[in-house]
């Protein structure tokens, strides 16, 4: 049985993305729920999985290991179509993921409203202040080294814009970004998009961006009801309300 | 359009118009649309407006990043896009943050990192052209920056030396550069005949790889494994550079005669030395003539050793 361990931080994708590519390989998973998944997960983040007596974290290796072990979405691609799909999933990572830590991190008005309670809810005064600052100086020492300190909200807001343009551009009119079968890419374009789309935060200008590609939120929707919907009540009880609480479809 | 730009960067060696990734990329595509730019070789980073380089510099406007040069170019209409289709767009930006992520680290792995290559060649480049007393910062400032941002971006859990960061990175800049020349292919460029905003930006990384000579070579010797990269970055140094050793523009025979008057002095001066140190070699029937008709043979091959022996 896959276990998967997570902890549902306010716009955090991966778990999303995660869960989508296991479903789409038709791989059964039950989600957990943990304050401290972090400290379990071997690398330091999460999500990661647990299958038998092995535990693997993040998107990528677990992805590895899943094609190990004989599953893989991306076989029937060519190999300048893989190419394609490595490339847009850099961006993916480049751009979104790391506009979603600048706005989680780097905005003061999201950081004392939001990130800052949610990250540090779980512990105790003064343990949860401590966390959620050292979090923070790290994130932001990681934005100063890759020049995105200098940016701003407006510049951040542009860059989603630039990347979500690129998506659609690439998506089309295609179901899945390889046209009838999803790949590690779709996985993963979800888990952020999906985030992105029902993540409250203190504006709604990073999910307006989003919206205004009908073909990205089409996509969005059409994942979720195939791969999720059906799926919810296979999850236990304390994941439950949570994924109940998060829906494209209300 | 008619407003003068002028372009600061740092200068070029190894037959290259510039060492700097950055400022390579935006020469490059400031050539390919034909924008008419002034380069100015800078020699201190800190005169630079902001502190970054490549900086542009058009009447009282001043950009500094590559992707923001690119966009203001493109604004002035020297687009090197044009004929791109949306798909073809989006893909741009998809190989240019598969090259940022992947490829960048080990490029500035192997620049400023690495000891072997950073004190036999990059610090003693950069200090000789940068004014002293900055030359004893400046250097260490940089190498310092590009460690903190491999760690920052690449290092931490599971990687806990800087010896595993190193191995991977060095993995996925070799994959990165697998998947570049599946995509290339077998075309000139890579989206076809004419050269766009992607073949800048791969131009302006690959180049400095390919053609810095490092004693610590590993990218190097990966990306001579890849023939339809090199060709592609030899095509941009001939077509749009068109650097050659003495630094004119070539005009067919001129050249030819200029790298061959070169190579004459080379030769000689290497043959003094060994005749110097082996008598037997006097006797042998091998005199400079022949020794040039082979190198003449071989020339390309023949260069990098013949670099080294120089003063």
Redesign the interface.
């Known amino acids: 049985m896959w276990n998967e361990g997570c902890v549902l931080l306010m716009g955090c994708s991966a778990p999303f993305s995660l869960k989508a590519f296991l479903q789409m390989c038709n791989l059964p998973v039950r989600v957990v729920c943990r304050a401290n998944a972090e400290y379990m997960s071997p690398s330091g983040k999460v999500p990661f999985i647990h299958v038998g007596n092995q535990v693997v974290s993040e998107l990528g290796p677990i992805v590895q290991f899943v094609k190990a072990k004989g599953h893989s979405l991306s076989d029937g691609l060519d190999e300048v179509q893989k190419a394609e799909m490595k490339a847009y999933m850099e961006l993916v990572n480049n751009m979104l993921l790391t506009a979603e830590l600048y706005l989680q991190w780097c905005d003061d008005v999201t950081v004392e409203e939001i990130t800052h309670p949610r990250y540090g809810s779980p512990y105790p005064w003064p343990l949860n202040r401590i966390l959620a600052y050292q979090k923070q100086w790290e994130i932001r020492r990681k934005m100063k080294a890759i020049g995105w300190a200098g940016k701003s909200l407006e510049q951040v807001l542009e860059d989603v814009d630039q990347c979500c343009q690129a998506l659609s551009q690439r998506l089309g009119t295609q179901p899945y970004f390889f046209n009838k079968q999803p790949t590690e890419l779709d996985a993963l374009v979800f888990g952020h998009l999906f985030t992105i789309l029902t993540t409250q935060l203190t504006t709604d200008e990073l999910s307006e961006k989003v919206k205004n590609y009908g073909n990205l939120t089409a996509f969005c929707r059409r994942i979720e009801q195939q791969y999720f919907e059906g799926h919810d009540k296979d999850n236990s009880g304390t994941a439950a309300p949570r994924s109940a609480k998060r829906s494209l479809l209300r | 359009m008619a407003a003068p730009m002028e372009l600061s960067c740092w200068g070029g060696d190894w037959g290259l118009p510039s060492l700097h990734p950055e400022s390579l990329t935006v020469m490059a595509y400031a050539k390919f649309s034909g924008a008419p730019l002034t380069v100015n070789t800078i020699n201190n980073s800190w005169r630079t407006p902001k502190g970054d380089i490549p900086v542009l510099i058009s009447e009282d406007i001043v950009i500094s990043?590559p992707a923001k040069i690119l966009n203001f170019l493109r604004k002035q209409k020297y687009n090197a896009d044009y004929e791109l289709s949306?798909?073809q767009?989006?893909?741009t930006?998809?190989?240019i943050?598969?090259l940022?992520?992947?490829l960048l680290p080990a490029l500035l792995h192997t620049f400023w990192v690495e000891a072997e290559n950073y004190c036999s060649v990059t610090k003693p480049w950069f200090a000789s052209r940068i004014p002293f007393p900055l030359s004893l910062y400046l250097p260490g400032k940089m190498s310092r920056?590009a460690l903190?941002?491999i760690l920052?971006?690449k290092g931490?859990?599971?990687l806990y030396s800087l010896s595993e960061v190193e191995a991977q990175i060095y993995r996925d800049a070799k994959e990165c550069l697998n998947?570049?020349s599946?995509?290339l292919?077998t075309s000139q460029f890579f989206f076809g005949n004419t050269p766009t905003t992607l073949d800048a930006f791969v131009f302006g990384f690959l180049a400095p790889v390919y053609k810095v000579c490092f004693p610590r070579v590993q990218l190097q010797e990966h990306l001579k494994q890849l023939p339809n990269l090199c060709r592609f970055c030899d095509d941009i140094l001939t077509c749009y550079f068109r650097l050659t050793i003495s630094g004119h523009s070539p005009s067919g025979q001129d050249t030819a005669d200029a790298n061959l008057q070169k190579l004459t002095q080379l030769v000689n001066k290497e043959s003094n030395l060994i005749e110097k140190m082996d008598d037997n070699l006097r006797k042998s029937p091998q005199h400079p003539p022949r020794k040039l008709t082979t190198l003449k043979l071989a020339a390309g091959g023949e260069e990098s050793p013949l670099n080294r022996l120089s003063p």
Do not use: I, S, V, W
């Open positions: 990043q949306a798909k767009g989006a893909d930006l998809a190989y943050a598969l940022e992520e992947k920056e903190n941002r920052l971006t931490g859990p599971p998947l570049l599946k995509r292919g």
